[in-house]
């Protein structure tokens, strides 16, 4: 195909879009990027420019694009098997729950399939509601659950929730932000106040007897904020001493994107009564997944099933991914690679100590948050800084990720397959991206 022709299909695929999908289903970039292929952590486009992707489809992609390690398994599977809902038994499904309850920490066991991150959480509040006998949930500010109503009702990030009428029972705590303390403190001398105040919350907003507390070990569209090392500990004898359960959504931490432990709970040595996952599980494939003590979810008496919820197409590809996780040492590489990034980003913030304020992250989940002016101690966000980093970026080969509520926060990570060489490649691009714009 010409080059005429590649660009004339970028085009038509751009305007199909805007013409045949939700406008709400917006896309990145000012032209954006028509992906059409990838190997590991290269994708190219229509127009044939290749990209180094340190977003990894949103911390999915754990193993890079299309590794035969796991599509050789799908491949097979869809051969012999490919669809039969939650109501048979398949060799791949019990096989993935027996995986999990192996790895997961403490005594998380059963497990329930769903189709995404969004059916995941879901599960878990209807979970720790039948088990406690109590409907309130407490979620923190800036947190994102999904989707659906209540998780749309979880999420507490504004740009996120469309309707507003949300579910109720929802009580939304204070984020551990440290870098944006919402009750204007500084660690570690505030004592994790954000933490115990879910006491209050819960005397005061509540009926005093919670289901249970639902939040990400690291908060991923909130931009990557990193909590203090004793807020979960404290945060959950809270919520423990008014009977409820904690959730642990690790549906973007989880899978050695931390780096050094499978998932980013075990860096705080709390151990969740329910968890849930998608998104790096299956390397891309749809999968959710719910797992739970025993004793919660044997409480769970109705009935209930999922279509799509551990099919073996994606149970498959779940185990495939996950062998290849610990057969490589990835967890351990997430860490290493993760220190490799951490210092070339801190030694960007000291290049453009104006724009960026914060850097912070655990492993290969790393965020750069910008602003006006931090040495002049303007913290306003600049949502423009990340929309001019985005534009340089793409110029030059590297495709990153944003969030935070004002969009001013970059997001970066990359599958746990990179490597030294590609980390240095980012963080030269990133350097050279920031110095064409600033001043």
Known sequence: MSETETSNQAAEVRRKHREYLLPSVANYYQESVVLTEGKGLRVQDADGREYLDFFGGILTVSVG??????????????????????????????ELAERLAKMAPGRLQKSMFTASGTEADETAVALAQV?????????????????????????????????????????????????????????????????????????TTTTGKIAGFLAEPIQGVGGFITPPKEYFQVATDIVRKYGGVFICDEVQTGFGRTGGKMF????????????????????????????????????????????????????????????????????????????????????????????????????????????????????????????RLFEECKKRGLLIGKGGLHGNVVRISPPLTVSPADVDEALRILGESLAAFAS
């Open 264 to 387: 980013g709970i075990e860096h705080w040595d709390v151990e969740p009564d329910i968890m849930t996952m998608a998104k790096g599980v299956a390397n891309g494939m749809p999968l959710g997944v719910t797992i739970a003590t025993p004793e919660i979810a044997d409480a769970f008496k109705a009935m209930t099933i999922s279509t799509f919820g551990g099919n073996p197409m994606s149970a498959a590809a779940a185990n495939a991914t996950i062998g290849v996780i610990e057969e490589e040492g990835l967890v351990d590489n997430s860490k290493i690679q993760g220190h490799r990034l951490r210092a070339g980003l801190e030694a960007l913030q000291a290049r453009f100590p104006r724009m960026i304020g914060d850097v912070r992250g655990m492993g290969l989940m790393q965020a750069l948050e910008f602003v006006v002016d931090e040495t002049a101690g303007d913290r306003t966000p600049s949502p423009e800084s990340t929309a």
């Open 65 to 94: 694009h299309c590794d035969p390690r796991v599509t050789g398994p799908l491949k097979a599977q869809i051969d012999r098997l490919g669809h039969v809902s939650t109501l048979y038994p398949t060799l791949p499904i019990v």
């Open 131 to 203: 088990f406690t006998g109590s409907l309130e949930i407490i979620a923190l500010r800036h947190g994102y659950s999904g989707r659906s109503l209540l998780a749309q009702s979880l999420t507490a990030h504004s740009p996120w929730r469309a309707v507003p009428t949300q579910v109720a029972g929802v009580k939304h705590a204070p984020a551990p932000y440290c870098y944006r303390c919402p009750l204007k403190l500084t660690y570690p001398s505030c004592d994790v106040a954000c933490a115990r105040d879910i006491e209050e919350l819960i005397q």
